[in-house]
């Protein structure tokens, strides 16, 4: 039995995505600024991270420069997922570090994603499937740094990216 290491708001369900594996989909109307999902996990410094994800894969996010939170045990994998994928036209936001809103009302049956923009800062590259129409065609960990979309997501950031991206702030 997976330990549920996240929280997913009732209102959601995982389901096979067109975008890419599972995804969280809305199984009812969610409202603005509903909270989705927290992610939870144990926090993880750069060499746990690491081990971790050579047996898991990737389930985490960043936090702070070193440190992620995520799943350590595989029975903690998928209860640890929020099953977000991205999109370049995201329906749900960052609050602090690890809590998961909805930026506008989202119909039933919608998936939930988000722009992995404002939460990941690493090395990786990956070709974008989210079909949307402003598709950017290839996404960066580093897409943060990004001025139209500090602009864009301006307040929808993780604080962790938020304080990167504005020193002194």
Request: one cysteine or more; glycine letters at 10%; proline letters at 5%.
């Amino acid at each position: 039995m997976p330990l549920h290491l996240s929280w997913r708001s009732p209102a959601t369900v995982v389901k096979e995505s067109s975008i890419h594996g599972c995804g969280l989909f809305a199984a009812a109307p969610i409202a603005r600024g509903d909270i989705v999902a927290i992610k939870g996990g144990y926090i993880l410094d750069a060499d746990a991270l690491r081990e971790v994800q050579q047996r898991l894969g990737p389930a985490e996010i960043p936090v702070a420069d070193g440190f992620s939170i995520g799943p350590v045990q595989d029975a903690e994998r998928d209860g640890g997922m929020l099953f977000t994928n991205h999109s370049c036209e995201p329906n749900i936001g960052v609050q602090g570090q690890i809590v998961f809103v909805a930026m506008r009302d989202i119909a039933a049956g919608e998936e939930l994603t988000h722009d992995w923009a404002t939460t990941d800062d690493n090395d990786d590259v990956m070709t974008c499937r989210c079909g949307a129409a402003a598709c950017r065609g290839t996404v960066t960990g580093k897409d943060w740094q990004r001025a139209d979309l500090q602009r864009r997501y301006a307040g929808w950031f993780s604080w962790y990216l938020e304080r990167k991206s504005r020193p002194g702030i």
